[in-house]
């Protein structure tokens, strides 16, 4: 069966796009990364896509008069690609309505607290200042407000004392790097129908979309 092509986008470090890229290239993957786009020329993830033979496209916002501008130009270039699956991954730029409702359904995000807890920047700083005992990750879809779209699946993190916003954040993120792919695969699985707070995702045991990490 043809492979789903996934289309990443990102403006920095890129290490989910690097965990997707890991998975993508085991031959039973059912997705592959057909291009990876970054709004900054700098993204060190840009070069990582590259070393690692993914088409790779810069697109510089401010280059947009305004952000639909900017949006219809990487979505022509996801198109341009065959893109089926829109995954973002660090992506620092609020998009216009116009994007989510282009890509309804076939775009995602990866968000590094338990939503809807913590929306926005700063979130493992929200998450030590409000003092809670358990943090994580969801991956959900996108929809015009921001971090709001129906959550497929989270994994949770403790909280520990003397935690810094750096160190909540690698705990967080290694998590990140199990969730990412393996939604990814559910998607191209065919499993995944969005709903309006929850998306479903059909036949996987109960309890595989929260995925628990107790240990630090
Ligand atoms: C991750 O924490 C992700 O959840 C958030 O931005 C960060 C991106 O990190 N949306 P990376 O570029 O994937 O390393």
Request: aromatic share 6%; proline share 7%.
């Amino acid at each position: 069966m043809a492979k789903l092509k996934v289309g990443v986008l990102i403006s920095g470090r890129g290490s989910n796009m690097a965990a997707l890229i890991e998975a993508a290239r085991d031959p039973a993957y059912p997705a592959e990364i057909a291009c990876v786009i970054s709004n900054v020329a700098s993204a060190a993830g840009i070069e990582t896509a590259r070393k690692a033979g993914i088409a790779t496209a810069v697109i510089p916002h401010k280059d947009y008069p305004d952000r639909e501008t900017f949006d219809r130009a990487v979505s022509a270039e996801l198109e341009k690609h065959g893109v089926g699956l829109v995954a973002l991954a660090g992506f620092m730029r609020i998009q216009s309505p116009w994007f989510p409702q282009h890509w309804a359904g076939r775009i995602i995000n990866i968000h590094p607290s338990l939503l809807p807890a913590f929306k926005g920047l700063h979130v493992q700083q929200q998450a030590l200042d409000a003092g809670v005992r358990v943090s994580g990750c969801t991956v959900h879809f996108v929809t015009p407000d921001l971090d709001s779209g129906p959550i497929i699946a989270q994994a949770v993190v403790p909280v520990l004392a003397g935690d810094t916003a750096d160190t909540l954040a690698a705990r967080i993120l290694r998590q990140e790097h199990r969730l990412y792919p393996q939604v990814v695969r559910w998607f191209a699985e065919g499993r995944i129908t969005p709903g309006d707070s929850r998306a479903e995702v059909a036949g996987v045991p109960q309890g595989a979309t929260l995925l628990f990490s107790p240990e630090p």
